[in-house]
């Protein structure tokens, strides 16, 4: 092969390779929950196809979503480990865009690959098996045959790894309701509540059984879990005076809102509403990822 020839070849990879980028990335974040991790994932899955024998590869797409996989696989049992002592409430990264439907192609690329953070957060629950078997099966619709050598398991063995997860999901997650400008009104309720110092009102727009989880960041801010729609309402009182810096935003493609004060982001609120009523909240306040967050969309 010539030089020329080499250089075509490796342009024609990378071209088939951007072409899968997407799908690869939506892989990688719901196994991750990290952006920027599963960005890094989908970098090593090109490194280890430019290594490969690619003209071999009878299905390029399969082949690297499986590369994928076991590549997020390893970062999170490698996460695993480093987490085990921590009790640190740890969020996944939101993906934010618009709420007035004026979405560029790219916000709306981002959406599409974006899964709301109430499952995210379950996912999180899972063992790395168990939550590879979920999402390759369940979500990308991958064989079982394909997942198995992945997770080292037989294919009777990596069903049941996605049924205990499918039965863990079902016992945990909250389904939104598919009404998202009814959302938006339970949540801009709970706002006006919480700005005007309503403590009443913002009871009744919450479950009782309402969770709030806060992730202020490993060893820079409070870490919180609260449940019931009364130690919930007493939160939001205290940060009353945040409200009127409130903007609405969709947060993985359900309402939320972005306290920013003096051009600075001060906390993210991604809310999950089922049947008129806010059943979780959860906030991110960590200073390093709310500066990574692109919010250039809002008119400030």
Not at 97 to 108: A, C, F, N, R, V
Not at 261 to 269: A, E
Request: proline fraction near 4%; charge should be negative; glycine fraction near 8%.
């Amino acid at each position: 092969m010539t030089k020329e020839d080499h250089v075509d070849a490796t342009d024609w990879l990378a071209e088939r390779f951007e072409e899968q980028r997407p799908q690869l990335r939506s892989v990688a974040y719901r196994m991750l929950g990290s952006l920027s991790e599963a960005e890094d994932a989908v970098q090593e899955g090109w490194l280890r196809l430019a290594r490969s024998d690619a003209a071999a590869i009878e299905n390029l797409g399969a082949w690297l979503t499986t590369v994928v996989g076991r590549v997020c696989l390893d970062m999170l049992r490698s996460r695993k480990a480093r987490r085990e002592e921590s009790l640190d409430v740890r969020l996944p990264d939101p993906i934010l865009t618009s709420i007035d439907g004026g979405l560029d192609p790219e916000q709306e690329a981002v959406l599409a690959e974006s899964v709301g953070l109430a499952l995210l957060v379950v996912l999180d629950t899972l063992s790395p098996a168990e939550r590879l078997a979920f999402v390759l099966h369940d979500m990308f619709a991958v064989p079982f045959a394909e997942i198995a050598p992945i997770v080292g398991r037989s294919v009777d063995a990596t069903k049941m790894l996605a049924s205990r997860a499918r039965t863990r999901i079902r016992g945990r997650a909250a389904i939104p309701d598919v009404d998202l400008a009814r959302q938006r009104e339970v949540v801009n309720a709970y706002i006006a509540a919480a700005r005007e110092g309503d403590f009443d009102a913002l009871v009744q727009v919450l479950d009782p059984e309402v969770v709030l989880r806060a992730d202020g960041g490993a060893g820079r801010g409070p870490s919180r879990y609260l449940r019931g729609a009364e130690a919930v309402a007493s939160s939001a009182m205290s940060f009353r005076h945040l409200a009127a810096y409130g903007h609405h935003v969709l947060v993985n493609g359900g309402p939320g809102a972005l306290t920013i004060r003096d051009g600075v982001p001060i906390s993210l609120l991604g809310f999950t509403v089922v049947g008129d009523r806010i059943v979780e909240i959860d906030v991110l306040s960590d200073p390093e990822r709310l500066r990574a967050l692109d919010f250039t969309f809002l008119e400030l």
